[in-house]
Structure formats: structure tokens, C-alpha cells
């Protein structure tokens, strides 16, 4: 019995090429400002129009200041990258949702609120992090400039198959402990290359009852484990998640769709060609303290010793020592957002530490919704007064502290405590110091100044 990789890639083979890639049918394209200049000189270089525009959705989210997006961006790089983007979707004929629009944001968050992200699809995108579609059961991936050009071409890519991982956790997670950190712990556990020539499904009880937007994180960093994706079986969260959304399939259309989709999952009996199983108790609120994603401990836990270079590299780099507990560690900035954590369930967290609380006087934190739809929730459910009334502000959606390609960056040497992806070096700024976290450590962070275990404010 096939696995569910197989069922989805199967049904999107065009040809298979003897000893050589899959052509490989692609139902959704994602464009940013980053990753598709190149791709679209190269098509008119050719003098090539795209052979499905439908199935071509753009915005710029990367370089998108996060306040003041009614005027004219004020760094030149970010300005020419968000309006060439724009020229480029105009001249080809492709949906732009532009700054200020109501339909901007993260693309890997906006796709899924919008229902452009369906299960059984396969979606790429020129970012390593389009992983994250595969929440809602699908298989999406990143893809190279070169090869965002070919799928504008011929709406197909070439493709090796990759192998088939499925990950289970089990059990219950423990008050505290979120879908963030669930990730952060998978990724100690195999490393940042355990899952490298994989495709991953999530499995097991834990994942069956996250929410959507945790699932949407979990699938966000299954790239960091070194996986080529990350996806989970579609059920009634789904379908709950996706009804009634501005693309999902509506009335007899939809439930049509829905029968399609209950198919979609692995047989009792489909085998993989690695397996691995976790125990939700074995998971507390996680951290990093080195400069990969998989140099992480329990929040209660101490820095562990290695004799490696590259090891006692990254701790110089941070600061820290082997054997050291953060707990306490003094906090210099809080970042709540990315398309790992910028969803209205994260905002919630948040608030709910913050709630009759105040923020750390020598904290600076900035709050970016993942898109204008999740900004609008936040105003719905009062979470803005709740936020302001602790001392917050609210930012303009975009990509902002996540990476250094906008103003929102770290300072040198600076500490922060970040709902992003990655913590590489001068990632959120150049000399910045990242610590990845969910969002309630984050809160936690913010109010108190220091790295604290966010079950104690709960």
C-alpha cells in the first residue's frame, strides 16, 4: 500500500525520465520579491508568457517594512525588489496582492487563510520555508530561481522523488508546550540533517489534536531538520480549517472535494523508508542556545558539552558555556511573528502571559502579525488592547525580524528571544544573538526580562 507521499506524487507525475528526475505537475506557484526577478527576465528573455497564470499567486513579504507601508519604502534594495514584483505580476498577467492590500502578508500564511493551499495539491515556492502548506495536507516545497522560471514555463518541475520518513509523537503534551516546541525538540532529536532525502509525514496523537496553526508550524520547520517537506494527513480540522475560505472549493464543488479528500491519507499497511516514534511526556518548553535550530534544550535543562569546533564555535558566538542554564539570562529584544508563529493563535498565546501584566521596561519587542487577515482578528478579539494595555505595539504585516532584509533587525551582540525559524549567524542582523522559542516563552521573556519557564506565568 502506498504511502500518502506516493498517492499525491503519483497522481502529479507527467513523465518519469529513465535513470534521470520526475516531471512533476504543479498545481500552486508562490512568488515573493526575493526569488523571482531572475525567473521572470528569464522568461522574457525567452520571450515566454506563463502557461498557467491562474495558478500564479505573488507578494512581497521579505522586504516589506513593518510600519509606515502607506509610504514609499526608504531603503533602495527593498524598494526595487516590492516594485519590480509588482511590474513583473502586471506584465505576465498574475494576481499581486501588493503592500496594503487586505490580501498581504507572509505567503506561507496568507496561502492557507485564503484556501489557495488545498489538500492533495503541490505547491513550491522559491523559499526553503514553503514546507509550511503541507499542513494542510499537501506537497509543498521550496524550489531554486532557476527552477521557479521552469514552473512558469510549463507549470512542472523536474524533480528527484524523494524518500518517505513518517514522525509519530504520542501521548499528551504537557501544560505549556506548543506545537513550536514540539518542532524544536524533533529537530535535537534528528539534528539539521536527520531528515535530509526525506519527505516527512507527521503522525500520532499529538498531531492529530494540534490546530491548524500548529500543525502550520510544525510543517513550517520540518526544512530545518533537513527534510525536503513536511505535511500531515487532511481530517475535520482540515476541512473545518478550509470551509467557507475565499479559494476552497464551495457547495457541491466542496463536498465533492471533501469525499476527494478523506482519501487522502496512508494505508494501515504502507511502509516508509523510516520510521520514528516520540512521547508527547518527554517534551517541555524548548530553546535554543547555539546558532543551528537543532542546538536546543528544555527550558529546565543545562547547555550539554561537546568537544566539537563548530559546537564551541556557535557557543562563543552566543556567549554561553557548556553546562550553563539560561534560565535568567538577561533579554535584550522579543520578536512574535515569522510564518512560524505570525497567526492569531500565536497573538492569543501571547496574551494570554501578558494579560494584567507589564512589559520589561529594558525589553524592546515588536509584534508583526503574519498577514492584514490576522491583524483584522486581532482587532476582532480585543487582543490589541490587551497587548497595548501591557505595554505592546502592534507592527504591520511582514517577514520582518525573521530575517535581516528589512529594518526590523537584531543589533550586534544584541539578545533575542525569537517565534522565527532560524538562529544562524547575523540572521536576525549582523552580531545579532537569537534564541528560538514559542510564543508564550517569548511573552514570558518580554514581561519578565529575562528567559523564563512560561508555565510559571500560565
Given at each position: 500500500m502506498n504511502t500518502l507521499f506516493d498517492k499525491i506524487w503519483d497522481q502529479h507525475v507527467v513523465q518519469q525520465i529513465t535513470d534521470g528526475p520526475t516531471q512533476l505537475y504543479i498545481d500552486r506557484l508562490y512568488c515573493h520579491e526575493v526569488t523571482s526577478p531572475q525567473a521572470f527576465d528569464g522568461m522574457r528573455a525567452r520571450g515566454l508568457q506563463c502557461f498557467r497564470p491562474s495558478q500564479i499567486f505573488c507578494m512581497p513579504d521579505h522586504n516589506t517594512p513593518t510600519h509606515d507601508q502607506d509610504k514609499p519604502i526608504a531603503d533602495p534594495v527593498s524598494k526595487k525588489q516590492v516594485d519590480t514584483l509588482a511590474k513583473n505580476a502586471a506584465d505576465f498577467g498574475l494576481t499581486h496582492y501588493g503592500m496594503m492590500s487586505k490580501d498581504n502578508g507572509i505567503i506561507h500564511v496568507v496561502g492557507p487563510e485564503k484556501g489557495l493551499s488545498l489538500p492533495g495539491m503541490t505547491i513550491?515556492?522559491?523559499?526553503?520555508?514553503?514546507?509550511?502548506h503541507g499542513a494542510m495536507g499537501a506537497v509543498a516545497f521550496g524550489i531554486g530561481t532557476s527552477e521557479v522560471e521552469m514552473v512558469m514555463a510549463s507549470q512542472c518541475i523536474l524533480q528527484q522523488k524523494p524518500k518517505s520518513m513518517r514522525i509519530s509523537i504520542n501521548g499528551t503534551l504537557q501544560k505549556g508546550?506548543?506545537?513550536?516546541?514540539?518542532?524544536?525538540?524533533?529537530?535535537?532529536?534528528?539534528?539539521?540533517?536527520?531528515a535530509t532525502g526525506f519527505f516527512v509525514e507527521y503522525a500520532g496523537s499529538v498531531v492529530r489534536n494540534l490546530s491548524m496553526e500548529g500543525r502550520l508550524t510544525l510543517c513550517n520547520l520540518s526544512i530545518e531538520m533537513g527534510a525536503r517537506g513536511g505535511f500531515i494527513a487532511p481530517d475535520d480540522t482540515t476541512f473545518n480549517y478550509l470551509k467557507g475560505r475565499e479559494y476552497a472549493p464551495k457547495g457541491e464543488a466542496w463536498d465533492k472535494a471533501v469525499a476527494y479528500w478523506k482519501t487522502l491519507k496512508s494505508g494501515d499497511d504502507a511502509v516508509f523508508d523510516k520510521e520514528l516514534s516520540f512521547d508527547a511526556a518527554d517534551i517541555e518548553p524548548r530553546i535554543t542556545y547555539g546558532t543551528n535550530p537543532g542546538m536546543g534544550i528544555g527550558i529546565s535543562e543545562h547547555i550539554p558539552d561537546s568537544g566539537d569546533a563548530n559546537f564551541e564555535k556557535a557557543l562563543h558566538y552566543m556567549g554561553f558555556e557548556a553546562g550553563q542554564q539560561l534560565l535568567g539570562t538577561k533579554v535584550d529584544y522579543v520578536f512574535l511573528g515569522a510564518c512560524t508563529n505570525g497567526r492569531i493563535e500565536d497573538f492569543r498565546a501571547f496574551a494570554s502571559i501578558v494579560k494584567g501584566r507589564q512589559k520589561a521596561a529594558?525589553?524592546?519587542?515588536?509584534?508583526?502579525?503574519?498577514?492584514?487577515?490576522?491583524?483584522?482578528?486581532?482587532?476582532?478579539?480585543?487582543?490589541?488592547?490587551?497587548?497595548?494595555?501591557?505595554?505592546?505595539?502592534?507592527?504591520?504585516?511582514?517577514?520582518?525580524?525573521?530575517?535581516?532584509?528589512?529594518?526590523?533587525?537584531?543589533?550586534?551582540?544584541?539578545?533575542?528571544?525569537?517565534?522565527?525559524?532560524?538562529?544562524?549567524?547575523?540572521?536576525?542582523?549582523?552580531?545579532?544573538?537569537?534564541?528560538?522559542?514559542?510564543?508564550?516563552?517569548?511573552?514570558?521573556?518580554?514581561?519578565?526580562?529575562?528567559?523564563?519557564?512560561?508555565?510559571?506565568?500560565?
Open positions: 513550491v515556492c522559491g523559499d526553503s520555508h514553503t514546507s509550511t508546550v506548543t506545537a513550536k516546541d514540539v518542532a524544536l525538540y524533533l529537530m535535537a532529536q534528528l539534528t539539521t540533517s536527520g529594558d525589553v524592546i519587542a515588536w509584534l508583526v502579525p503574519g498577514s492584514w487577515a490576522v491583524d483584522q482578528q486581532i482587532r476582532e478579539e480585543g487582543l490589541d488592547k490587551v497587548l497595548e494595555a501591557a505595554g505592546f505595539a502592534i507592527r504591520q504585516p511582514g517577514c520582518s525580524a525573521c530575517l535581516a532584509m528589512n529594518d526590523d533587525k537584531i543589533p550586534p551582540g544584541k539578545l533575542s528571544v525569537s517565534t522565527s525559524n532560524r538562529n544562524f549567524e547575523g540572521r536576525q542582523g549582523p552580531g545579532a544573538r537569537t534564541i528560538l522559542a514559542s510564543p508564550l516563552t517569548a511573552a514570558a521573556a518580554a514581561i519578565t526580562g529575562v528567559i523564563t519557564d512560561p508555565r510559571e506565568l500560565l
